[in-house]
C-alpha cells in the first residue's frame, strides 16, 4: 500500500505540472460552424439546449447538402425559419421564414465575412447593409433586423417555404401582432406548426397572396420580432411566448441561453493545450444537445403520434428520434450527462408505444417516418435499465414486444425462419444484424423486469446473425435461396446491406462476442476466435478504401473500408478490446479522432446525425465507449485530455487526471489498479479521483482480459441448401451445416429428399434446420422453378444499371417474379435510356400472348416507362407489330403515389403467328417532374418477366 501511495502522488505531480499549460473547455469554445460545411448537414441557428425552436438561416432548398436548410458554402439568404434540423440525411423543417422584402427579386447576398454565430445567438449582414441576429430560448426566439438608413424597413413572411403546405393561416391579431399555422407533408407526413408573434413597431401588413405577407414598418432602424412556437395549437404558441420571460430582451435572452448552454458543458468538461480540440469537444456537446427537441408545451399539453393533443405534467416530451443513429452512443452519453431528460425520453417512449401501437423508430414532429431499420429504441430502454434507471414494468414489456412483433420490414419472416434472406426481404443482411441485436436487448430488459420467459424468447432470436456468417471469407454475406450469395465482394454496396457494404456490417454482432469469434475460428482455420476477429479487423483497416457496386453518399471518412461518416462503423475500432491486441483499439481510436474532427465547417466526415457523430467524439475522447449499449459497461481506450471532471448521474463528481503522452495506455486507476478492457457503470457511478498514464508506445495494458459476452446458446447457422433455383432437367442437390452439425430436410412439389440428398426433377420448394437439443433452429429454405428455355433472352439496346441486373438477361424469362420489394434484385431497373429486350426461340414455336410486368415506385425514381410496343419476327425474317401501349402518367402525378406493379398483356394480331423472335420496346418517360425532389433527374423504369403464351 505505501508503494501504490508513494506511485500515485508521483503522478499526481507529473499531472499538475502538465494541467498548469491546459485550459479547461467552456461555452466561448463552441463553434456553431462546424458541420455547416461538407456533409455534415448542421446549421448555426440560434438555439437552447434541447430547445424546441432554433431560430436562424436558411440558404438553399435542395439536394443532400441542404437538409437543414443551411450551407456555409452559400452566399445567398432565403431568410430566417423558426425550425431546422442537425445534421440528417433527409430534409424538412424550415418552417414560417422569415426575413428582409425581396419583392423587387433582388437575391440577399450576404457579407460572409460578417456571419458569427456562438451559443444562443447568429448573426450576419447582408451586403446591402442590413444586419439580421436571432437568440432562442427553450420555446421562444427574438430576429432582430436593422435596416441602414433611408432603407425602408419591410419583411416577408413566407407560408410556402420547402414543404408542401397541406393547411395554412395568417391572422393579424393587432399592428403589432400575428398569429397563424403551417400544416406541411415532407419527410414529416403531416407536420403541424402554430406561432404567435409580435414587433417593438407597428406595421402594415400587406397580403401578397394566402401563403405570402409583407410587413412594413416603415423608415425604421431597428424591427425585433418576438416569436413563440408550438406543435399543439396557437393557443399553445402564445402560452410558450408568455411563460419563458424576458420574450421582448433581445440581449437578456440571449445571456440566458448563454448561461444555459455554459451549464450544460459544465456537467462534463476537459482540460487541453490547444483551442482547436477544445473547440471541437466543446462543439460537440453542443451538437449532442441539440437534439432530441422539446416538443410539449408550457402547460404540459403535447401533440402525440396518434395526432390527438395529450398532457403531461410530470415529464417533458421531446421531438426528434433518430434512433438508428443515437443509440450507439447519443443516448449512453445522455445517461451519464442527462439523467433528467433520458427519464424523459423513456416515459415519452412509452406514451409514443400507447399512441401508435409501437415504440418509435425514427419519430419527427409526432410523425413517424419509418426511416432506416431496426427498432432501436429497445437499446435506449435496455440500456438506461442496465444503468439503473426505472420504468413502467408492465407498460415497459407490452412496448418492446409489440414493437418485435410488428408486422413491418420482414420481422414476420425473420421471426418465422431466424433470420432474414435476400427473397424475403431487401436489405436482408442489415435488418438480420439490426433485429438480433435488438431482440438481445429485449431479451436483457425482460430479465431485469422480471420475465425470464420472454428473456429466452428473444435470446433465440438473437442468435440471427449466425446464419449470415459466410463459411468462406468470415464475412457477412447474403443467403440466396437457401445458399449464399454468389459473386460475392465484401466492398460492395448494394441492396443487402443499408447504407454500407459487408465490410462495415460484419462487426455487428457485439451482443454475442464469444460465439460469434468460434465461428470465425472455425471458419478461418484460426489459432482461437480473438485471432481470427483480430484478422478480420486488420483487414477492414488495411483494405483499399475505395468501396465498389452502387454510390452511396454515406459512406465516408473511410480508414481502409471502416466508414466513420456512417453509423454501423462507429464501434468497430473497440473490438480490439475483445483480442488479444488491446492497444489496437487505443491506435485505431486516436487515429479516428485526429483524421475525422476539426474545427472547420468542414470538420465533420459526415452526418451529424442528430448528435451521434459528436457523442462519439466526446465518449471516444474520454476513453470510455458503449460497445455494447444495454451491457452497463464501457470499453476503455486512450483519454485524449489532460484531465475531465465530469458531474455523474447520481450527482457524485469525477476528476480524471491524465498524464504522460502519447496515444497508448500505461495505466488507469479508479479505486483500484484497472487491468481490464472495461469499466463497469457501478465504477463510473463511485466518481472520485481518477488517474490514468499515456505512453509513446503499446503496452500490456488490459491484456489477458479481453472484453467478453455470450448469448450462452448453442443455436447452429441455418444450413445451406446446395440447388441451383433454375433447372431444365433432373437435378441433384445436398443439404450441408457450415458447421458440421447433423440437418433435417423437408420438401414437397417434385422434389424428393433422401437424408441430406435433394432430387428435383420439376419446381417445388424445400426446408432445411440444424437442430441443436434444448435450443431453437434457424430454417433454411429453397425454391425450385422449372425454366422455360423455349427462349433465349438478351438486350439488343439499353443498358441495366449494375445493381439491378436481375442476373442477367436470362432473368426475364426465369419463372422468378418479383415483388414490390424490388431491392430484393428481382427486378432489371435502366436508367434515362429506351431499351430493346429480344426473345429468341430456341425451336419452332407460335405465340398468341405477351405479358410484361412493370414496376413503379416514383420517390425512388422508378417510373413506367412511357410506352411499351411488342413484335415478332417469323422464320423467314420478317417483322410483324402487335401494339404499342402507352401508359397514363408513367412518372407520377405527386408524392403519395404507392408503389405499384402492372402487367401489360399484347395480343397477336391474327390471334396466332409464327414466331423465331419476340421483340419488346420501352420508351423511357424521361426526366422526372417539378414537383418530386429529384425534379430533372432521370428516371428508370423496372422490368421483370416476359411471359410467351
Known amino acids: 500500500m505505501r508503494r501504490l501511495s508513494f506511485l500515485l502522488l508521483a503522478l499526481f505531480t507529473a499531472f499538475g505540472l502538465q494541467a498548469q499549460h491546459s485550459q479547461p473547455t467552456s461555452v466561448d469554445d463552441i463553434n456553431p460552424f462546424i458541420g455547416t460545411g461538407g456533409h455534415g448537414h ?45 445534421g440528417t440525411g433527409i430534409g424538412d423543417y424550415g418552417d414560417l421564414l422569415i426575413g428582409p422584402s425581396r419583392a423587387d427579386g433582388a437575391l440577399l447576398h450576404m457579407d460572409k ?11 450576419v449582414t447582408l451586403e446591402n447593409g442590413i444586419l439580421l441576429e436571432s437568440t432562442a430560448g427553450p420555446r421562444t426566439g427574438i430576429l432582430r433586423v436593422v435596416f441602414p438608413e433611408g432603407h425602408r424597413a419591410v419583411l416577408d413572411v413566407d407560408l410556402d417555404h420547402r414543404d408542401y403546405e397541406l393547411s395554412t393561416s395568417f391572422e393579424v391579431l393587432s399592428d403589432s401582432s400575428w398569429q397563424g399555422h403551417r400544416y406541411s407533408r415532407g419527410w414529416a407526413q403531416n407536420q403541424k406548426l402554430h406561432f404567435y408573434f409580435e414587433s417593438n413597431l407597428p406595421a402594415q401588413t400587406a397580403e401578397v397572396d394566402s401563403l405570402h405577407f409583407t410587413l412594413d414598418f416603415g423608415f425604421v432602424d431597428t424591427v425585433e420580432l418576438y416569436i413563440g412556437m408550438s406543435g ?3 393557443d399553445g404558441a402564445v402560452k410558450n411566448f408568455g411563460a419563458e420571460g424576458l420574450a421582448y430582451d433581445f440581449a437578456a435572452l440571449r445571456a440566458r441561453t448563454r448561461a444555459e448552454w455554459a451549464a450544460e458543458l459544465d456537467k462534463s468538461y476537459v482540460y487541453h493545450r490547444d483551442a482547436d480540440w477544445r473547440a471541437i469537444y466543446a462543439t460537440s456537446l453542443y451538437h449532442a444537445y441539440s437534439v432530441p427537441n422539446l416538443w410539449s408545451d408550457v402547460d404540459g399539453r403535447y401533440r402525440g403520434l396518434d395526432d390527438a393533443i395529450h398532457t403531461d405534467t410530470t415529464y417533458e416530451h421531446y421531438t426528434i428520434f433518430s434512433l438508428w443513429d443515437t443509440y450507439r452512443t447519443a443516448h449512453p452519453l445522455y445517461v451519464i450527462t442527462q439523467p433528467e431528460r433520458t427519464q424523459a425520453f423513456l416515459n415519452g417512449f412509452l406514451d409514443m408505444y400507447d399512441q401508435y401501437g409501437r415504440l418509435p423508430i425514427w419519430e419527427l414532429a409526432a410523425n413517424e417516418t ?18 439503473g434507471y426505472p420504468i413502467d414494468t408492465a407498460r415497459a414489456l407490452e ?37 438480433a441485436y435488438d431482440d438481445a436487448c429485449i431479451s436483457w430488459a425482460a430479465n431485469l423486469l422480471g420475465d425470464p420467459e420472454m428473456g429466452a424468447e428473444y435470446n433465440q432470436r438473437a442468435t440471427a446473425y449466425r446464419s449470415l456468417v459466410d463459411p468462406e471469407t468470415g464475412w457477412m454475406r447474403a443467403r440466396d435461396n437457401g445458399q449464399f450469395l454468389a459473386d460475392f465482394n465484401p466492398s460492395q454496396v448494394n441492396n443487402h446491406y443499408t447504407e454500407a457494404n459487408s465490410y462495415q456490417y460484419s462487426f455487428a454482432p457485439v451482443h454475442d462476442l464469444d460465439y460469434w469469434k468460434g465461428l470465425l475460428e472455425q471458419y478461418l482455420d484460426a489459432p482461437s476466435g480473438n485471432d481470427a476477429l483480430y484478422g478480420q479487423l486488420e483487414k477492414l483497416f488495411n483494405a483499399p478504401r475505395e468501396t465498389t457496386g452502387r454510390t452511396q453518399a454515406d459512406i465516408t471518412g473511410l480508414y481502409g473500408q471502416y466508414a466513420h461518416g456512417n453509423e454501423p462503423s462507429h464501434h468497430i475500432a473497440y473490438l480490439y478490446n475483445s483480442t488479444d491486441s488491446v492497444h489496437k483499439t487505443q491506435e485505431r481510436v486516436w487515429s479516428i479522432m485526429e483524421q475525422f474532427y476539426q474545427n472547420a465547417p468542414d470538420g465533420l466526415s459526415g452526418n451529424e446525425d442528430c448528435g451521434q457523430m459528436s457523442a462519439w467524439f466526446v465518449m471516444a ?82 491484456q489477458g482480459q479481453p472484453y467478453r459476452n455470450s448469448l450462452e446458446n448453442e443455436t447452429a447457422p441455418a444450413p445451406i441448401i446446395e440447388i441451383p433455383i433454375s433447372i431444365n432437367k433432373k437435378t441433384v442437390g445436398q443439404v450441408v451445416s457450415p458447421i458440421d452439425k447433423s440437418v433435417t430436410a423437408s420438401a414437397s412439389g417434385s422434389i424428393q429428399t433422401k437424408g441430406a440428398e435433394l432430387i428435383a426433377t420439376g419446381t417445388g420448394e424445400i426446408q432445411a434446420t440444424s437442430p441443436v437439443d434444448g435450443f431453437g433452429a434457424h430454417e433454411s429454405r429453397a425454391k425450385v422453378f422449372w425454366r422455360d428455355d423455349r427462349f433465349e433472352a438478351r438486350w439488343e439496346s439499353g443498358v441495366p444499371n449494375p445493381q439491378y441486373t436481375a442476373g442477367g438477361p436470362a432473368s426475364m424469362v426465369d419463372g422468378i417474379r418479383g415483388d414490390v420489394d424490388w431491392r430484393k434484385g428481382h427486378w432489371v431497373g435502366i436508367q434515362g435510356q429506351n431499351a430493346e429486350l429480344q426473345l429468341s426461340a430456341n425451336k419452332k414455336m407460335k405465340a398468341s400472348e405477351v405479358q410484361v410486368s412493370l414496376l413503379k415506385d416514383i420517390r425512388s425514381w422508378i417510373a413506367y416507362p412511357k410506352a411499351v410496343t411488342v413484335s415478332s419476327q417469323d422464320r423467314k425474317g420478317r417483322w410483324t407489330t402487335w401494339e404499342r401501349q402507352e401508359i397514363e402518367t408513367p412518372l407520377g402525378v405527386d408524392w403519395s403515389d404507392d408503389i405499384e406493379i402492372t402487367e401489360l398483356n399484347f395480343q397477336a394480331p391474327s390471334g396466332v403467328v409464327d414466331c423465331a423472335v419476340i421483340k419488346v420496346e420501352f420508351e423511357n418517360a424521361g426526366a422526372l417532374l417539378d414537383w418530386h425532389l429529384g425534379a430533372g433527374g432521370e428516371s428508370f423504369f423496372f422490368v421483370d418477366e416476359v411471359i410467351v403464351e
Not at 425473420?414 to 431487401?426: A, N, P, R, T, V
Request: glycine share 10%; charged share 20%.
Open 42 to 86: 448542421t446549421h448555426p441557428s440560434a438555439q437552447s439546449p434541447f430547445g424546441m425552436m432554433q431560430l436562424g438561416p436558411n440558404t438553399r432548398l435542395e439536394g443532400w447538402d441542404g437538409c437543414s436548410g443551411y450551407h456555409y458554402t452559400d452566399s445567398v439568404l432565403l431568410g430566417f425559419s423558426l425550425t431546422h434540423l442537425s
Open 232 to 234: 399543439t395549437d396557437i
Open 113 to 123: 465575412s460578417s456571419e458569427r454565430a456562438s451559443a444562443g445567438h447568429y448573426s
Open 621 to 702: 475522447s474520454w476513453g470510455l465507449y458503449p460497445l455494447v449499449p444495454g451491457e452497463a459497461r464501457y470499453a476503455v481506450s486512450t483519454p485524449f485530455w489532460d484531465r475531465m471532471e465530469i458531474t455523474l448521474p447520481n450527482g457524485a463528481p469525477l476528476n480524471a487526471h491524465v498524464g504522460g503522452t502519447g496515444k497508448y495506455l500505461k495505466s488507469w486507476f479508479t479505486d483500484e489498479d484497472l487491468q481490464a478492457t472495461w469499466i463497469d457503470h457501478e465504477t463510473l457511478l463511485k466518481g472520485g479521483t481518477w488517474t490514468v498514464e499515456r505512453s509513446e508506445s503499446p503496452t500490456s495494458f488490459g
Open 370 to 387: 419509418n426511416c432506416m431499420i431496426g427498432y432501436h429504441s429497445v437499446s435506449v430502454i435496455a440500456d438506461a435499465l442496465a444503468k
Open 399 to 435: 412496448a418492446l414486444d409489440a414493437t418485435a412483433t410488428y408486422d413491418r420490414s420482414g420481422l414476420l419472416d425473420y421471426i418465422e425462419k431466424g433470420f432474414l434472406s435476400m427473397e424475403d426481404e431487401s436489405e436482408s443482411v442489415s435488418k438480420t444484424l439490426e433485429y
